[in-house]
């Protein structure tokens, strides 16, 4: 048994350089730092008084810690809206498999396919909302050939969802029962809800006006909080300057950060990567004990190698 293991992590944490902001933030704060240095040097040295009453900035204060905390909370919504949208793809993709699986015909070429296009839904997904246009991680799934077709497309996540209704339509086809068809193919259509959330969270940031008008307060605040500081803390107010400026500049970071939760450029961006990985193997496994395919299907279902190579002849045309 670990003894005091949330102790242990306070302490790594507060030494945690890499996943905060503060790479983002130390220039800042060191420049505040420099210009409080300047007001004091002036301040002191000089035969100016640059002293302001320090009352204004208590109430300043506390207006722009409410701002910056409304800030916050509503880029941590879209966070948070995003890791349960792309929940629901994990859980859409696992339930279409498994309808598949046990619903669908006997037909073990015709399930490999259906868990592999799933599969390739969620990586269509985090490529789309990344603006990648990498091949590598849907080739291993559903072949080079239809992997540069499926990034050539318009909309990646649509043409993978296109595919996977005419799978369910030659899974009826071939005797799949009506339900489970009509389930399976609400599934699917979940999924593209789910993608539109994504969407709309990736093409509809929190308004700029709102974002300058918080920076601008920002500035004016630490721009000005030396004139209210000097006169009591004499030479220690560049260091209180830097002391206040880092957790607002940190938390007006953070809220800007957590406005896409899906770049790999932002703070504490969403383990898309990791995610996709997960529902690929949670899908793979529930087709691994499936019957090879024969090579003689015996008229069974369409063949899926005839139909690469039709599909591979029409390209290269």
């Not at 919504?77 to 859980?91: D, H, Q, Y």
């Not at 009591?232 to 800007?256: H, K, N, R, S, Y």
Request: neutral net charge; hydrophobic residues 45%; proline residues 6%.
């Amino acid at each position: 048994m670990k003894l005091f293991p949330q102790g242990v992590q306070f302490w790594s944490e507060i030494y945690r350089y890499r996943g905060s902001a503060t790479p983002y933030i130390v220039g800042r704060t060191l420049a505040f730092g420099l210009i409080a240095l300047a007001v004091t040097a002036i301040h002191h040295l000089t035969a100016f008084n640059l002293a302001v009453p320090i009352t204004p900035y208590e109430v300043l204060g506390a207006a722009l810690g409410a701002l910056l905390v409304l800030r916050t909370n509503a880029g941590y919504e879209r966070w948070w809206e995003a890791r349960k949208l792309w929940g629901g793809i994990v859980n859409q993709c696992r339930n279409v498999v498994v309808l598949a699986v046990a619903h669908g015909p006997d037909d073990p070429a015709w399930k490999r396919q259906v868990a592999a296009w799933t599969a390739a839904f969620p990586h269509a997904c985090r490529r789309s909302l990344r603006n990648q246009r990498e091949s590598g991680d849907l080739e291993s799934l559903i072949g080079a050939v239809k992997a540069e077709r499926i990034v050539s497309s318009d909309h990646m996540p649509t043409a993978v969802s296109l595919r996977m209704s005419q799978l369910f339509r030659e899974g009826a086809e071939a005797g799949m029962d009506r339900f489970a068809f009509l389930r399976v193919e609400d599934e699917r259509a979940k999924l593209i809800d789910h993608l539109g959330g994504c969407e709309r969270i990736l093409r509809s940031p929190l308004p700029l006006a709102y974002s300058v008008q918080i920076r601008q307060f920002i500035f004016v605040f630490l721009f000005t909080l030396p004139f209210g500081l000097v006169e009591q803390l004499e030479w220690l107010t560049p260091v209180v300057v830097m002391l206040v400026g880092f957790p607002i500049l940190a938390l007006d970071e953070i809220g800007v950060e957590l406005q896409n939760p899906f770049s790999e450029s932002r703070l504490n961006h969403l383990p898309l990567t990791e995610l996709c990985a997960t529902i690929e193997r949670n899908l793979t496994a529930l087709v691994a004990d499936l019957p090879e395919p024969s090579p003689a299907r015996n008229g069974q279902g369409p063949d899926p190698s005839r139909r690469d190579a039709d599909e591979a002849a029409r390209l290269a045309s």
